[in-house]
């Protein structure tokens, strides 16, 4: 039996309500990603895949793309419409470009620990390889902000069995490597308690054009299609994802589809517009 099924799970509390008795949040994230140096992304705009072994310099230039454009323009248009994000950050782009980093959080943006390198996912690294992921990711983002990062989520939101241990060890309070609920849960190990904010997965920019092939506009029109659902189910209080990635929805025919849905959230009165830290805020000091 895999070590994460025996970790004590507990319920803060039953009858949870966002602030103003809201049952609906909506978060937004930025993935801003980088690969180790002679890996690339497994993702590419390209449909015919190259053999086996031979390293996809169109792939690899695909990735780039976040940190060299996408994030800017992603980043202004947060700013344009006053929504605060979470950054989703490599430890390799805040130990490359610690100024860019610090920007993104001096704008009100959290910054998220997402692993040293989009390739360093933790089932597939030896305990010392996953600590030390960790562990460099926490210190070139804490060099980069001037304060620890409190939350996590790992490259393909994908724990290893040890990793939220380690994570505990490593000052981490809370993590969205979680899709098995719909509201936050802690999970309590011996070395300390670490708070599970679940991942919804519906609108997420990487699934929704690459794989399904949809366009920016039916990203829109499916959260809008959506929200009114969400608010009338009033006994279900949930959390819903909006996640770009910078080499992703960070070009400039897809980036408006952020503008709209955040524009059209950051005024709503019958929404809760937070970020993840803020999420967390609320379950420990209501729990």
Same mark, same amino acid.
């Given at each position: 039996?895999?070590?994460?099924?025996?970790?004590?799970?507990?319920?803060?509390?039953?009858?949870?309500?966002?602030?103003?008795?809201?049952? !609906?949040?909506?978060?937004?994230?930025? =993935?801003?990603?980088?690969?180790?140096?002679?890996?690339? @992304?497994?993702? &590419?705009?390209?449909?015919?895949?190259?053999?086996?072994? !031979?390293?996809?310099?169109? %792939?690899?230039?695909?990735?780039?793309?976040?940190?060299?454009?996408?994030?800017?323009?992603?980043?202004?248009?947060?700013?344009?419409?006053? !929504?605060?994000?979470?950054?989703?950050?490599?430890? #390799?782009?805040?130990?490359?470009?610690?100024?860019? !980093?610090?920007?993104?959080?001096?704008?009100?943006?959290?910054?998220v620990?997402?692993?040293?390198?989009?390739?360093?996912i933790?089932?597939?690294?030896?305990?010392?390889?996953?600590?030390?992921?960790?562990?460099?990711?926490?210190?070139a983002?804490?060099?980069?902000?001037?304060?620890?990062?409190?939350?996590?989520?790992?490259?393909?939101?994908?724990? &290893?069995?040890?990793?939220?241990?380690?994570?505990? $060890?490593?000052?981490?309070?809370?993590?969205?490597?979680?899709?098995?609920?719909?509201?936050?849960y802690?999970?309590?190990?011996?070395?300390?308690?670490?708070? =599970?904010?679940?991942? @919804?997965?519906?609108?997420n920019?990487?699934?929704?054009?690459?794989?399904? &092939?949809?366009?920016?506009? $039916?990203?829109?029109?499916?959260?809008?299609? %959506?929200?009114?659902?969400?608010? %009338?189910?009033?006994?279900?209080?949930? #959390?819903?994802?909006?996640?770009?990635?910078?080499? /992703?929805?960070?070009?400039?025919? @897809?980036?408006?589809?952020?503008?709209? +849905?955040?524009?059209? /959230?950051v005024?709503?009165?019958?929404?809760?517009? %937070?970020?993840?830290?803020? +999420? =967390?805020?609320?379950?420990?000091?209501?729990?």
């Amino acid at each position: 039996m895999k070590s994460e099924n025996k970790i004590e799970r507990i319920i803060p509390t039953a009858d949870l309500k966002w602030p103003g008795d809201r049952n !609906v949040a909506v978060t937004f994230s930025v =993935a801003y990603e980088a690969w180790s140096e002679g890996k690339s @992304s497994g993702v &590419g705009p390209m449909g015919n895949p190259l053999p086996g072994g !031979v390293f996809d310099n169109n %792939a690899d230039s695909y990735g780039r793309y976040g940190a060299n454009a996408g994030i800017k323009r992603l980043s202004r248009i947060l700013e344009d419409t006053g !929504v605060s994000a979470n950054i989703l950050t490599s430890g #390799v782009l805040a130990a490359k470009d610690p100024e860019q !980093v610090s920007t993104l959080a001096a704008a009100g943006h959290e910054i998220v620990g997402h692993g040293f390198a989009q390739d360093l996912i933790p089932p597939l690294l030896s305990p010392a390889d996953d600590e030390e992921s960790i562990a460099k990711s926490t210190r070139a983002i804490t060099n980069a902000i001037g304060r620890q990062p409190r939350g996590w989520i790992s490259p393909r939101a994908t724990s &290893g069995d040890e990793t939220r241990r380690r994570l505990v $060890q490593h000052g981490y309070r809370w993590h969205f490597d979680a899709l098995d609920a719909d509201l936050p849960y802690i999970q309590r190990f011996p070395e300390g308690d670490l708070l =599970a904010i679940p991942l @919804s997965v519906e609108f997420n920019d990487l699934p929704h054009a690459m794989r399904f &092939g949809r366009t920016p506009q $039916q990203f829109v029109d499916m959260f809008h299609q %959506a929200l009114p659902h969400l608010l %009338a189910a009033k006994a279900d209080v949930v #959390v819903v994802d909006v996640m770009v990635h910078a080499h /992703c929805y960070g070009r400039p025919a @897809s980036a408006w589809a952020l503008r709209e +849905i955040a524009a059209s /959230c950051v005024d709503r009165s019958d929404i809760w517009v %937070a970020t993840r830290g803020k +999420i =967390a805020d609320h379950i420990f000091n209501n729990s």
